[in-house]
């Protein structure tokens, strides 16, 4: 176990060196970003100056190595555009973006995980279906879509929530969050209805396959001829067994809705990471867009690291292996 | 406990809607990046950071220049200009005005990493004369300090002192600064609370120096930045906001009809412009070994095949007017009787082209940028096509702003969109400096995307600098614009239309500069 996370720490410090490194690559197409930080008027020379400053003209492994050495004292840089230094600036915006996904994350669960098992096990035919035409129609319809017909109905209409914000925040030390008032979660509504929508889905259609498949084995026959009471043969025997995979996705699942909340926080202009990193790419802000990167592959690591130590709590099998 | 909490947080939310009662929510497209009045050149920065720091002199809602912090000013020779300061101004944490704040803001607004040092490119420094007056030193006899100086508002020094802020933040230094996230003017707002691409709010500053001539009556103003087009329509549409200043224009027509809000649409003073490679190859291969672009027929012709009307009908949604001229008719130096005279009329282009040996057509390449321009995007293509129809091929490609910058400023275009609107001077010598200067890289011609060269042009711009007598200089410039015009490096499109939406109980003027000037507008009952 302890040489497991040994390894994986191991693994974390090389892949986010080779994300950054790609990173870097990348950034020499990305275009200038000195004309957006100097006034129309300013001169060639002045231009060149800036670029020498911020050592834009040196060869991209000088930049990158450069990078590297800063980011391995704790400094990221300041942000081009912003102006403030780049770490605040993510920790500024982690809390929206964390509570966007966990309240997304929960609606989820809470609706995908039954509806899942329930058409696995119902006979009624016709709610199945529609059921399912349901959910195709979750997963293919695009989310800023979504999201925005989800604006026209519940606040152009309706009127019953915000169409944009994250509403009254409070902050706890470092922590900003918008769960301790009315017009905060009002406002999360939206966004994380929004978010959940490809997720519940998903879940729901894995849910189902996978449990249909597990009544198919023998064992849960067997359990059924042995007059197991219905409710414990469901969810006791098949559930569990029909869990694992689940899991798997939701885990990847959660580091997606992190890293590329992009469209639902700019639909919903929610204060995120997304909605930052948007913004970086539009200035050519280098600075924020190296440490993004960065930060997310370590949040996909943490994520499947995660992922397969609940496997140990689920799969007992696993602890002899 | 749940119980408890649920109340207590509403009546803590109806308390502070209740504190102030005329509040205005301002949303516009984009964040400002900084609260630092000398970290970025945008207009919409600049336009927010005027409602709570001001300058020596600001325009009115006129366009008009009036003495703001300083009372009058004059000049004790060519290159000094002396400013008797307005007293007992006080700063927003109660510090005084006096002379030792413009020393120190325009000592700031000078540093090398300054982002605005541009936009007082003829000021060299400030020395205090007593309390207050101060002599501002120019670099060179100029007519237009005192357009820059209305763009440079003004700083409390003790303050900047106290946290380490009497220089710009320096990226390059890493160092992150005071005056990014706060603020401490002497406007007629003050800030209350920020975060960062959600809101901002402002509120009436009780001691403003002018309070008791105060022309508002706006108690608070909430300024949202809505990214996304689709959001910040819906949210007119719910009555989320009070003045929306970045609008799309298809759809004005819809927002019309709504009996809650009032559009506002007028031409700005920002004239969008194609430029015709001027160099002596052409980017998509010469002709015969010459560049066709070099002849003024056809240049003429090129302008001729397009049916500018219909773009401005069809595309700009008939919300502007078609522009003869390089400058908009609020800037002076605007000359309506030598405005271009090129109307739409394919066939004569089509001889144009026949005379200068072109009749078979030639190849261009055409780079157009997005989300820059208003609509830029879609008249484009529109232009491509109308010269397809008299055998010009012009290859169309579409850049993101951070990559087409490069493209222009490399010179590897032929046909490049650019819109120049003389802000935030006001002025025929921001354009003239610019665009129609020959570049020569220490200043002149920066933007000068064709590489125009006239020696008459330039002679005439470099005598208007010096020029103090501003009839005569404006004389000078109009003279230099009209010779550039005759020979058309630029071919002018249309005015860029400004484009607000209020709601009906707001009366904000629209002015063709596109700045928000709320201590102007009053909220009624």
């Not at chain 1, 992190?258 to 992009?262: C, D, E, R, Y």
């Not at chain 2, 649920?6 to 939310?13: A, R």
């Not at chain 2, 990493?113 to 040092?117: L, N």
């Not at chain 2, 001077?425 to 610019?434: G, T």
């Given at each position: 176990?302890?040489s497991?996370?040994i390894?994986r720490?191991?693994?974390?410090?090389?892949l986010?060196?080779?994300?950054?490194?790609?990173?870097f690559?990348?950034f020499?197409?990305l275009?200038d970003p000195v004309?957006?930080m100097?006034p129309e008027?300013a001169t060639?020379?002045?231009r060149?100056?800036l670029?020498?400053k911020?050592?834009?003209?040196?060869?991209m492994?000088?930049?990158f190595?450069?990078?590297?050495?800063?980011?391995c004292h704790?400094d990221?840089?300041?942000?081009?555009?912003n102006?403030?230094?780049v770490f605040?600036?993510i920790?500024?915006?982690?809390?929206?973006?964390?509570?966007?996904?966990a309240?997304?994350?929960?609606i989820?669960?809470?609706?995908?995980f039954p509806?899942?098992?329930?058409?696995?096990i119902s006979?009624?035919?016709?709610?199945?279906?529609?059921?399912?035409f349901l959910s195709?129609?979750?997963?293919s319809?695009?989310s800023?879509l979504m999201?925005?017909l989800l604006i026209?109905?519940?606040?152009?209409?309706?009127?019953?929530f915000?169409?944009?914000?994250?509403g009254?925040?409070?902050h706890l030390g470092?922590?900003?969050?918008?769960?301790?008032?009315?017009s905060g979660?009002?406002s999360?509504v939206?966004?994380a209805?929004s978010?959940?929508l490809?997720m519940?889905t998903?879940i729901m259609r894995?849910?189902?396959?996978e449990?249909?498949?597990?009544?198919?084995?023998d064992?849960i026959k067997?359990?059924?001829?042995r007059?197991l009471?219905?409710?414990?043969?469901y969810?006791?025997?098949a559930l569990?067994n029909?869990l694992?995979?689940?899991v798997?996705?939701?885990?990847?699942?959660?580091?997606?809705l992190?890293?590329?909340?992009?469209v639902?926080?700019?639909v919903?202009?929610?204060?995120g990471?997304?909605?930052?990193?948007?913004q970086?790419?539009?200035y050519?802000?280098i600075p924020?867009i190296s440490?993004?990167l960065v930060?997310?592959?370590?949040?996909?690591?943490?994520?499947?690291?995660?992922?397969d130590l609940?496997?140990y709590?689920?799969d007992?099998r696993?602890k002899?292996? | 406990?749940?119980?408890?909490v649920?109340?207590?947080?509403?009546?803590?939310?109806s308390?502070h809607?209740a504190q102030?009662e005329n509040i205005?929510r301002?949303?516009v497209?984009?964040d400002?990046?900084?609260l630092?009045?000398?970290?970025?050149?945008?207009?919409?920065?600049?336009t927010?950071q005027?409602?709570i720091?001001?300058?020596l002199?600001?325009?009115?809602n006129d366009?008009?220049?009036?003495?703001t912090?300083?009372?009058r000013?004059e000049?004790v020779?060519?290159?000094t200009?002396r400013?008797?300061?307005r007293q007992g101004v006080?700063?927003?944490?109660g510090d005084?005005f006096?002379s030792?704040?413009?020393?120190?803001?325009?000592a700031?607004?000078?540093?090398p990493?300054?982002?605005?040092?541009a936009?007082?490119?003829?000021?060299?420094?400030a020395v205090?004369v007593d309390?207050?007056t101060?002599?501002?030193?120019?670099?060179?006899?100029?007519?237009i300090?005192?357009?820059?100086l209305?763009?440079?508002?003004?700083?409390d020094?003790e303050?900047?002192?106290?946290?380490?802020a009497?220089?710009?933040t320096?990226?390059?230094?890493?160092t992150?600064?005071?005056a990014?996230n706060n603020?401490?003017g002497t406007?007629?707002f003050?800030?209350v609370?920020?975060?960062r691409e959600?809101q901002?709010?402002?509120k009436?500053?009780?001691?403003?120096w002018?309070?008791?001539h105060s022309q508002t009556?706006i108690d608070?103003?909430i300024?949202?930045?809505?990214t996304?087009?689709a959001?910040?329509?819906?949210?007119?549409?719910?009555?989320?906001y009070?003045l929306?200043t970045s609008?799309?224009?298809q759809?004005i027509?819809?927002?019309?009809?709504d009996d809650?809000i009032?559009?506002?649409v007028?031409p700005?003073?920002r004239?969008d412009?194609?430029?015709?490679n001027?160099?002596?190859?052409l980017?998509?291969?010469?002709?015969?070994g010459?560049?066709p672009?070099?002849d003024l027929r056809v240049r003429q012709?090129?302008m001729?095949?397009v049916?500018r009307?219909?773009?401005v009908?069809?595309i700009?949604?008939g919300m502007t007017t078609v522009a003869?001229t390089?400058?908009?008719p609020?800037i002076p130096?605007?000359?309506?009787?030598?405005a271009?005279d090129?109307?739409?009329?394919?066939?004569?282009?089509?001889?144009?082209l026949?005379?200068?040996?072109y009749?078979d057509?030639f190849?261009l390449?055409f780079?157009?940028?997005?989300?820059?321009?208003?609509?830029?995007p879609q008249w484009c293509?529109?232009?491509?096509?109308?010269?397809a129809k008299?055998?010009?091929k012009?290859t169309?490609t579409m850049h993101?702003?951070?990559?087409y910058?490069q493209i222009t400023d490399?010179g590897?275009?032929?046909?490049?969109?650019?819109?120049w609107a003389n802000?935030p001077?006001?002025?025929?010598?921001?354009?003239?400096?610019?665009l129609?200067?020959?570049?020569d890289n220490?200043g002149?011609?920066?933007?000068n995307?064709?590489?125009?060269?006239?020696p008459?042009?330039?002679?005439?711009?470099?005598?208007?600098?010096p020029?103090?007598?501003?009839?005569k200089?404006?004389s000078?410039?109009r003279d230099?614009?009209?010779?550039?015009?005759a020979d058309?490096p630029?071919m002018?499109?249309h005015f860029?239309?400004v484009?607000?939406?209020?709601g009906?109980?707001?009366?904000?003027k629209?002015s063709?500069?596109?700045v928000?000037?709320l201590?102007?507008?009053?909220?009624?009952?």
């Open positions: 176990m302890l497991y996370l390894k720490l191991v693994q974390v410090v090389f986010m060196l080779a994300v950054a490194f790609i990173s690559t990348m020499q197409y275009g004309n957006n100097l008027s060639q020379a002045e060149e100056a670029r020498g911020l050592g834009l003209t040196d060869p492994l000088m930049q190595w450069r990078f590297v050495v800063r980011l704790g990221f840089g300041i942000s081009y555009y102006q403030v230094d605040h600036l920790l500024e915006r982690l809390p929206a973006t964390l509570e966007l996904v309240v997304a994350v929960v989820s669960l809470l609706v995908g509806l899942g098992v329930w058409s696995a006979k009624n035919r016709f709610l199945l279906s529609l059921v399912q195709l129609l979750g997963v319809l695009p800023f999201g925005i026209i109905v519940f606040s152009v209409w309706l009127g019953w915000p169409s944009s914000g994250r009254v925040t409070t470092y922590w900003s969050t918008g769960l301790l008032s009315l979660w009002r999360i939206l966004p209805l978010l959940s490809f519940i998903l894995l849910v189902r396959s449990m249909l498949e597990v009544m198919r084995t064992y067997f359990a059924k001829a007059g009471p219905t409710r414990s043969l969810f006791r025997h569990r029909a694992l995979p689940v798997t996705i939701v885990g990847l699942q959660i580091g997606g992190i890293a590329f909340a992009i639902t926080e700019t919903f202009q929610w204060p990471m997304g909605l930052l990193f948007i970086a790419i539009n050519v802000d924020v440490a993004y930060f997310i592959s370590l949040i996909f690591i943490v994520i499947n690291t995660s992922v609940l496997y709590l689920i007992p696993m002899k292996s | 406990m749940k119980k408890f649920l109340p207590l947080l509403l009546t803590c939310m308390a809607t102030a205005v301002w949303a497209a984009a400002i990046p900084t630092d009045p000398y970290a970025f050149a945008s207009t919409t920065a600049l927010f005027n409602h720091y001001e300058g002199l600001q325009r009115d366009l008009k220049l009036q003495p912090l300083a009372l000013w000049y020779n060519d290159t200009l400013f008797y300061l006080k700063f927003q944490n005084d006096d030792a704040d413009v020393v120190a803001s325009i700031r607004v000078t540093d990493d300054s982002g605005i040092r936009n007082a490119s003829t000021i060299k420094d205090a309390k207050y101060v002599d501002i030193h120019l670099k060179q006899k100029s007519g300090a005192l357009n820059e209305s763009g440079v508002m003004m700083m020094k303050w900047m002192t106290q946290h380490n009497l220089k710009p320096s990226m390059s230094q890493g992150e600064g005071y990014t603020t401490n406007g007629p003050m800030l609370s920020r975060q959600a901002m709010v402002l009436k500053n009780p001691t403003w002018n309070a008791a009556n608070e103003i300024f949202k930045p809505i996304s087009d959001t910040r329509l819906s949210g007119i549409l719910a009555n989320e009070d929306v609008v799309p224009l759809d027509d819809r927002l019309r009809k809650n009032q559009t506002l007028s700005s003073l004239v412009f194609l430029t015709f001027l160099r002596d190859t980017n998509a291969g010469n002709v015969n010459k560049n672009l070099k012709a090129l001729m095949a049916n009307e219909a773009i009908q069809k700009m949604r003869n390089y400058l908009a609020a130096g605007y000359d309506v009787s030598h271009i090129l109307k739409f009329d394919p066939a004569k282009a089509k001889t144009l026949t005379e200068a040996g009749g057509g190849k390449a780079d157009c940028v997005e989300g820059s321009y208003m609509n830029a293509q529109a232009v491509q096509s109308y010269w008299i055998g010009v012009a169309l993101t702003n951070s990559v910058n490399n590897k275009t032929d046909i490049a969109v650019l819109g802000l001077i006001m002025d025929a010598y921001s354009i003239s400096v610019q129609l200067h020959t570049n220490s002149f011609g920066m933007f995307v064709p590489r125009y060269s006239n008459k042009v330039d002679s005439l711009i470099e005598q208007s600098i020029e103090l007598d501003d009839a200089r404006v000078l410039l230099e614009i009209n010779l550039a015009q058309l630029y002018p499109m860029e239309p484009v607000w939406v209020a009906k109980k707001l009366s904000v629209q063709p500069d596109n928000v000037r201590w102007y507008a009053k909220v009624s009952p």
